[in-house]
C-alpha cells in the first residue's frame, strides 16, 4: 500500500526558502491528487497547495500561501515537493502531506496521510 513520507523541514530565518518533499513508496503517485497541508499549535489544519493526480497536473493553492508556494512532481522520484520561498514567521507549522482522488484543500477528501515535517521559521 501507499506510503508517504515527508522530509526538507527545519529552522530558517525570515524570508529564506525551503523545499519540503513528500516520497511515495508502495505504489506510484501518478494516480493520486496529493496536498499539503500544515497545523500550527492551537490553530485548525489548513490545507496550503494540492496538485492533481493522472497526468492532470492542474494546481490549487491557499490564498494565503500562492504567492510564495510552489507544489510540483518528479514523477521519476515518485515525489511531490512543495517550494516555500519568502518564509514567515507564520508559517511555522508542521507540514503534512496526503495522498487522495481530487485535488482539494480539505483534508477530509484525502486516503493517505504522512507524518509530517517541522517548519520553524524565527530569527
Known amino acids: 500500500q501507499l506510503q508517504l513520507v515527508e522530509s526538507g523541514g527545519g529552522r530558517v530565518q525570515p524570508g529564506g526558502s525551503l523545499r519540503l518533499s513528500c516520497a511515495g513508496s508502495?505504489?506510484?503517485?501518478?494516480?493520486?491528487?496529493i496536498g499539503w497541508f500544515r497545523q500550527a499549535p492551537g490553530k485548525q489544519r489548513e490545507g496550503v497547495s494540492c496538485?492533481?493526480?493522472?497526468?492532470?497536473?492542474?494546481?490549487n493553492y491557499a490564498d494565503s500561501v500562492k504567492e510564495r508556494f510552489t507544489i510540483s512532481r518528479d514523477g521519476a522520484k515518485n515525489t511531490v515537493y512543495l517550494q516555500i520561498n519568502n518564509l514567515k514567521p507564520e508559517d511555522t507549522a508542521i507540514y503534512s502531506c496526503?495522498?487522495?482522488?481530487?485535488?482539494?484543500?480539505?483534508?477530509?477528501?484525502?486516503?493517505?496521510w504522512g507524518q509530517g515535517t517541522q517548519v520553524t521559521v524565527s530569527s
Open positions: 496526503a495522498a487522495g482522488w481530487a485535488c482539494s484543500l480539505a483534508g477530509f477528501q484525502y486516503e493517505r
Open positions: 508502495g505504489y506510484t503517485l501518478y494516480y493520486y491528487a
Open positions: 496538485i492533481s493526480g493522472r497526468g492532470d497536473s492542474s494546481t
